[in-house]
Structure formats: C-alpha cells, structure tokens
C-alpha cells in the first residue's frame, strides 16, 4: 500500500451489473484526471446475494424472477435495459448467458491477485467472464483459468482456492463495508472522506476526485 497516493476504495460484487459499468465509468473519469499517478485504486469485496447457490444450469433471467418475484419476461425486460445501459459505456452484456453463480470464490481470487499486484486485472478478467463470456465464476478451473491469462501462477492460486485461503480477507472487506454504511454496491471511498454510491456518470467521479486531491494537497 502506497501511502503517498491518494486511496480510491471501491465495494464491488463480480455478479453487479452496475459495478462492472460505474467500473468504466469511474476509469473514464481516472484517465482524465491529471494527477492519476498520483492514485491507488484498491478493490474491495461484497456480497450481494451471499446465499446464493451456484447453479450452471439455470439463467439470470429465471434467476431474478425467483429472487424477486417477477415473470421471466419482467425480468429480461430489466436486463434488457441494464445491457443497454452497458453498452452505452462500451460493454457488452450476454446476460441471457450468465452462470447463476455464488461470488465468494471470485473474491477470494481477487485477493490472491491483490498480492502480486493484479488486482485491477483480475476484477476486469471476473466482469468479462461473467457478463460477456457465460463463464462459470464459482468455479476453480475457471478462476485458475482467468489468473494465468493475467499472469498468476496457476499452482500457487489453485492451492490458495483449495485451502480456503483468503475468505477471512473477504470476509473482513464485508464487514468493513457495513460500518463505513455501504447499503449497496458500487461504492466509492475517495481517500476516506467523500463516498459516493452507484454507477454516477464520469463527471461526478471526476469533480470528486479534484475535490479531493486538491484538499488533501493544500
């Protein structure tokens, strides 16, 4: 941890439409401050639906219609929009594709990453698996998978998965996000003093940043 850059903490959950967009969003507004090198961005891990069972066979739009209640229809008419919404900033959502899946393992694997510095990696490599490409992110030959493409060793990061390592790191990212007031996710810390919740427009990131920055170097 770098203590001479300004800290940008960002709650997050793999299976959260809205992470993976507020993600390119906030970037959008990164890459046009002056001072990014000046910033550290640490990813944090939340669980959404932490009960969720993992099952491959079952779609996110079956998923959600149980999960709250609405018709199938009802519930792709609601991913239809969040893919909308995804592309407008670049993305490409196959939802009807992704693999209903508990995310615990996947942020263990973002903590394993953390420690040799791929952490921003490994968050990207998670969100284009499970939105883009249908993969199944609860499972290990997937994550091993994801972390030699992003130049993990593939033997330490499978005896991490295989022993549990790392889910007290998750855990403990979980229970600091309820005493800091995280409600929902994304959610941005910028540099312990502004918060800001959800996927804003890169503007809104952006002025928080120069708040910031200019506050804390004055």
Request: proline share 2%; with cysteine.
């Amino acid at each position: 941890m770098d203590n001479d850059k300004m800290q940008i903490e960002i709650w997050s959950d793999v299976m959260c439409p809205f992470c993976y967009i507020g993600k390119r969003k906030f970037e959008s507004a990164l890459a046009q401050f002056p001072e990014n090198q000046n910033i550290q961005v640490i990813w944090k891990s939340y669980q959404l639906s932490p009960d969720m069972v993992t099952d491959p066979n079952k779609n996110i739009n079956q998923y959600l219609a149980e999960h709250k209640g609405m018709s199938i229809d009802e519930a792709k008419g609601l991913n239809d929009q969040v893919t909308q919404m995804a592309a407008d900033v670049g993305l490409e959502y196959n939802l009807d594709q992704s693999v209903v899946a508990n995310s615990f393992d996947a942020h263990r694997f973002t903590h394993f990453a953390k420690q040799y510095d791929k952490q921003l990696e490994a968050e990207e490599k998670l969100f284009q698996a499970y939105f883009t490409d249908g993969k199944n992110i609860d499972d290990y030959a997937t994550l091993i998978q994801l972390g030699t493409e992003i130049g993990l060793d593939a033997t330490l990061l499978e005896l991490a998965l295989n022993n549990g390592s790392y889910a007290d790191e998750v855990r403990s990212d979980i229970y600091e996000a309820q005493q800091v007031g995280v409600r929902g996710v994304p959610f941005f810390v910028i540099d312990r003093k502004y918060a800001i919740s959800g996927a804003q427009d890169s503007k809104t990131f952006f002025q928080a940043l120069e708040q910031a920055y200019n506050e804390r170097n004055h």
